[in-house]
């Protein structure tokens, strides 16, 4: 049986570690809408330091949740 997070072309521990890390994604996620990360970005794109300030967070981080989301979905992060 395959999982959601496998694919027919993955080697087992490719899967396995798939499955191991999903976990972060959804935090990742959490940690954004918590940050209403959304919500600011409605109007368009904006700076990780401007989006920093709305949130109340600190670039850096906020840059490698941002990074660590767009990787997961396969999209660079260019925008921001």
Do not use: C, N, Y
């Not at 993955?10 to 809408?33: G, M, N, R």
């Not at 709305?54 to 396969?74: D, K, M, N, V």
């Amino acid at each position: 049986m395959m999982s959601p997070t496998s694919s027919r072309d993955e080697t087992p521990a490719a899967a396995l570690l798939a499955q191991a890390t999903a976990f972060q994604l959804s935090q990742a996620i959490w940690v954004a809408a918590k940050l209403s990360v959304a919500d600011h970005l409605r109007d368009g794109p904006m700076t990780v330091e401007k989006l920093a300030v709305l949130t109340g967070s600190a670039p850096a981080p906020l840059h490698r949740l941002l990074r660590a989301e767009f990787q997961a979905i396969g999209e660079p992060l260019q925008h921001l």
